[in-house]
């Protein structure tokens, strides 16, 4: 199995997936004493208490690491927002034609932007959509050497520059950051731990055969270790799922870039946002 499987997969299914595996293994577990035809129950050792230790450290663990990947996501959204404001804001000092060359490429940008948020990162259209944002990138540089070269206002052409390296730093940020995820052996580890935990449960603690109060017991217990996985496995997924991240600061980047009345001309490659 892939080590990938439950980071590639849907959250919900993910979740589905390990809660069957700890019902199996609770089940397994509880007919052991059975197959070896010893009715007495088994005490518990130090194993199985390292056992339970280890995965509630290990669950801890990666819901920790999941929350902190997200709130790093969104800030670098922040900053990839900041940066591009920031190339607007220096770029309104520059004298026609390049101020509102500038300007309409900067728009386009956001826009790609906000194309580029939202979108899945297995989605067959982002190779695209990177290599769109790479071309408005060039376009601007472009922009800007022949601010430089026609010494349009000299005063602003180091912050002009300084503002455009931002934008580069806070897009490459950004590009790689949404791709930072928890390793697929971690996940597994934690599937793997789930499932003696069930295991042990069974084998230990199955003192009531199939009661209710056992079945509801386990059920209980699955049930939200399944929650706290499918959190952190849909933590982990920044562009589908529950939890995502906010495009609000791009939004409102975009509504003031575009909400003064001045005429925006975009790109001929400006992609169309997709609705979702």
Request: glycine residues 8%.
């Amino acid at each position: 199995m892939n080590l990938d499987f439950f980071i590639r997969v849907d959250a919900w299914l993910s979740a589905l997936v390990l809660a069957f595996l700890m019902i199996l293994g609770w089940m397994l577990g509880s007919q052991l004493r059975v197959w070896r035809g010893t009715p007495v129950t088994p005490r518990s050792t130090r194993i199985e208490d390292g056992g339970l230790a280890l995965f509630g450290l290990l669950l801890a663990f990666c819901f920790s690491g999941a929350t902190s990947r997200y709130e790093a996501r969104k800030g670098l959204l922040l900053d990839d927002s900041i940066a591009i404001g920031e190339l607007a804001t220096v770029s309104a000092a520059l004298e026609e034609p390049e101020r509102s060359e500038l300007r309409n490429e900067v728009v386009t940008y956001v826009r790609q932007r906000l194309v580029f948020g939202p979108m899945r990162l297995d989605d067959p259209r982002m190779p695209q959509v990177v290599a769109q944002g790479t071309e408005s990138q060039a376009r601007m540089l472009t922009i800007i050497r022949h601010a430089i070269a026609s010494k349009n206002t000299p005063s602003i052409h180091t912050p002009l520059l300084n503002a455009y390296n931002g934008l580069l730093t806070a897009h490459d940020k950004r590009l790689y950051g949404v791709r930072n995820q928890v390793n697929g052996g971690i996940v597994v580890m934690l599937v793997l731990f789930g499932v003696f935990t069930t295991f042990t449960m069974g084998r230990l603690h199955d003192q009531q055969g199939r009661s209710i109060t056992g079945l509801l017991r386990i059920g209980s217990y699955v049930g939200l270790v399944a929650l706290v996985f499918y959190i952190i496995i849909d933590l982990e997924q920044p562009r589908r799922g529950l939890v995502l991240v906010s495009q609000a600061p791009m939004q409102d980047l975009l509504s003031s870039l575009t909400g003064d009345g001045r005429p925006v001309i975009p790109s001929a490659s400006t992609p169309e946002q997709p609705t979702r």
